[in-house]
């Protein structure tokens, strides 16, 4: 059994993303047209467009070193949801001005060989006190 | 059984949108520590803070009118995952100038007496063409 947890596979998830490894991206997503992503300024993306776009990022050169903080699971017997903090580095970030934190959803379904990932999606997290201007909100 | 399918959950959710309604939105939610809320320019919200924050809201007389599209559902025995795009209208919203898209996530599982929200998260969809300025990406 590849991931026998719904961990197991978003480990793999990010391994997959730190070393730009397609295959091991591919192997993390289930096979099946259900899969989404909804990444920062993206549309949504689904089923085998899914690992395209990955594939894409990898081949030119794309590679994300992400820490992640866990804030909540939500878990079923067959279905689990990670809310997570992401914070990207990597050797284009400068450490002094590091890019903004990021919520991540990541939902897991369980099939017969095992858990695998079926939506990742991101949110931005609130801007900080006296990050926005003054005045009322738009519309 | 109050919510048959997650179907009949998400309708419940936006009708209490809808009306400003707290007493029916409470219905909505899974009684659980495990609820959370992703609503934009807010940090994740959890538990019992959930129903505070609608509560709070609705008293303060707010209400929305929510046009929902489906994109997609990822559902298994017990958890259901839907995603949607939302456009937000309501009296104070210019019919000439409606803010953006947004999409929503909204994840339901099933207990003893039928389907409950346990997640509700929205995302920026991506700015039309035109919309950012030009030039390289920050960082």
């Not at 070193?65 to 909540?72: M, N, P, S």
């Not at 914070?87 to 450490?95: M, T």
Request: with cysteine; charged share 20%.
């Amino acid at each position: 059994m590849p991931f026998p947890t719904p961990q197991d596979a978003e480990d793999g998830f990010y391994d997959a993303l730190e070393s730009g490894d397609a295959d091991a991206m591919a192997r993390v997503w289930e096979a099946s047209p259900d899969i989404a992503c909804l990444l920062p300024m993206t549309p949504l993306i689904q089923g085998p467009a899914v690992l395209d776009l990955w594939r894409s990022m990898f081949s030119q050169g794309a590679a994300f070193d992400i820490q992640v903080r866990h804030l909540a699971w939500i878990e079923s017997a067959d279905m689990a949801v990670h809310l997570i903090e992401e914070q990207i580095g990597g050797h284009d970030v400068p450490a002094d001005r590091p890019p903004p934190l990021v919520y991540g959803t990541n939902l897991f379904r369980r099939g017969p060989d095992g858990w695998r990932l079926v939506l990742h999606q991101n949110s931005p997290t609130p801007p900080l006190p006296g990050a926005m201007p003054p005045g009322p909100p738009p519309g």
